[in-house]
């Protein structure tokens, strides 16, 4: 990780990643809040925009108020949660940089996994249809696999799930806790944010079915462990 100061603030940056590049990005995003193009969302504490740059294009996550707070900046945790979350092989964006802006604002330089958020293609696609089945079943096996990791994520609704190459990519890492048992609690925690975020029309017959496969992945990653210890040797 490379470590710099400029006239922008302090940086972290990815090895390999420019610096200059870097700066044009945050250029052309400060650009987008401006002429309100590209924006993905605006709220009090976030603004994230879409930028293209050089026949690529990248997402720009800036932190608006996220206080002097040292190390307990939000934006920081965020930075931090996100290279942690690719180490353990939890499907996340890249991120590239990371700047402590010389006004205070933070802002994150991050990979673009496009437009198709879970929460939006469930919604459009037809209740109990088999595309809308084989999905639900891939968000039970990502919260399954997050618990098998003992991570209990601070926002999990579908809106914060983008599906890429058929994949489901977690795409706000600012809240996580990585804890030494996940409890009961904790997964009906993580069950219950997925559910309130299903589409209107999702049908009983879905919701058991995301439960079932939830049981079904952790009950498979148990079993995987288990054998795994059988046929390690004995101290």
């Known amino acids: 990780m490379l470590k710099i100061s400029s006239s ?8 390999g990643f420019e610096p200059s590049l870097a700066e044009e990005i945050i250029n052309f995003h400060l650009l987008n809040i401006k002429e309100r193009k590209n924006i993905l969302k605006i709220d009090y504490k976030r603004q994230l925009s879409r930028v293209f740059y050089e ?10 108020r996220p206080g002097p707070w040292w190390i307990f900046r939000p934006d920081r945790i965020s930075w931090k949660n996100s290279h942690k979350l690719i180490s353990m092989r939890i499907n996340v964006p890249q991120v590239y940089a990371w700047l402590r802006f010389y006004d205070g604002r933070g802002f994150i330089i991050m990979e673009d996994l496009g437009d ?17 089945t084989d999905l639900i079943k891939m968000v039970a096996e990502l919260a399954s696999h997050i618990h098998s990791k003992k991570i209990v994520y ?4 579908l809106t914060n799930i983008i599906l890429k190459d058929h994949r489901l990519f977690l795409v706000d890492m600012d809240k996580i806790r990585i804890k030494r048992v996940i409890k009961l609690k904790d997964r009906a925690y993580n ?3 997925i559910i309130l975020s299903f589409p209107e029309d999702i049908t009983e017959n879905e919701l058991l079915l995301f439960l079932e496969s939830y049981s079904q992945a952790y009950k498979a990653i148990l079993l995987s462990l288990v054998l795994k210890g059988l046929q390690a040797p004995l101290k």
């Open 191 to 193: 069950l219950r944010q």
């Open 116 to 132: 198709n958020v879970v929460s939006y293609i469930l919604r459009d696609l037809k209740p109990e249809s088999k595309k809308r």
């Open 8 to 15: 922008y603030g302090k940086w972290e940056i990815l090895e």
């Open 154 to 157: 601070g926002d999990i609704k």
């Open 55 to 64: 026949k690529k294009s990248y997402v720009v996550k800036e932190f608006r």
